[in-house]
């Protein structure tokens, strides 16, 4: 399978624990991206990377979060002291530099806080 | 403020007919536009996309069709088919200005019964 994976798929952990998940992107694009979804709601963008530099980033994105993409290949997404509200699927996405509206997404990862 | 606006969250359709989903932006910077299906426990998967330059692109049973003027954009599925069944996103982005990020819709679902 050569698309976009994501680790975990699910997580529970407590209110005020650190969380980290991973990105792997499909393997020839250099574009990234995080996205959250609640409940009834369309993704929402985060941040993005070309290649290893954050390029962008959503006021969605406290300062309890922070995303790292080292090598310009995978990503990770840290939360810091978790709280209930951070309770959602996260996304990641990849796209080619000549079409970076045209993003393929993961399966995501599902966050429960409790 | 739901730049982004699917108002019907639901369609049903018999099996052969046409499915007919739309969309409405508030943003007049968006010039790009895009339709996601995601089925459950899987991340949304490109479909369909426009430019602002157009105001028809076909893709096999899948045509959408924008206007500028009214701010509005449909999907159109036709013959629909049990396997359509899935939430459907609409997404737009402003490609001035440097921004890559996709603003969704809240999605619709979509049940095409046999």
């Known amino acids: 399978d050569t698309g976009v994976s994501q680790d975990p798929r699910h997580k529970i952990t407590k209110r005020g624990q650190n969380v980290t998940f991973r990105c792997d992107p499909i393997s020839e694009h250099n574009r990234l991206y995080w996205y959250r979804q609640t409940l009834g709601q369309g993704p929402e963008f985060l941040t993005y990377?070309?290649?290893?530099?954050?390029?962008?980033k959503s006021r969605l994105l406290s300062d309890r979060f922070s995303a790292e993409r080292p090598k310009g290949s995978f990503s990770t997404l840290e939360i810091q002291r978790t709280e209930q509200g951070d309770s959602a699927m996260y996304l990641c996405?990849?796209?080619?530099?000549?079409?970076?509206?045209?993003?393929?997404f993961g399966p995501g990862t599902r966050l429960t806080v409790t | 403020d739901q730049q982004v606006k699917q108002n019907s969250p639901s369609l049903s359709v018999q099996e052969g007919r046409i499915s007919i989903l739309n969309c409405d932006y508030t943003n007049s910077m968006f010039d790009y536009f895009l339709w996601y299906k995601k089925y459950p426990a899987e991340g949304p998967t490109f479909l369909i996309s426009?430019?602002?330059?157009?105001d028809k692109n076909e893709d096999g049973r899948f045509t959408v069709f924008l206007n500028k003027s009214a701010k509005h954009l449909s999907l159109h599925i036709v013959p629909s088919q049990p396997g359509d069944s899935a939430v459907y996103f609409c997404a737009a982005s402003p490609t001035q200005g440097g921004s890559e990020k996709l603003v969704f819709g809240k999605g619709m679902k979509l049940t095409v019964n046999p």
């Open positions: 426009i430019s602002s330059i157009k």
């Open positions: 990377f070309q290649n290893e530099a954050q390029l962008e």
């Open positions: 996405a990849s796209s080619l530099p000549d079409n970076s509206y045209e993003q393929y």
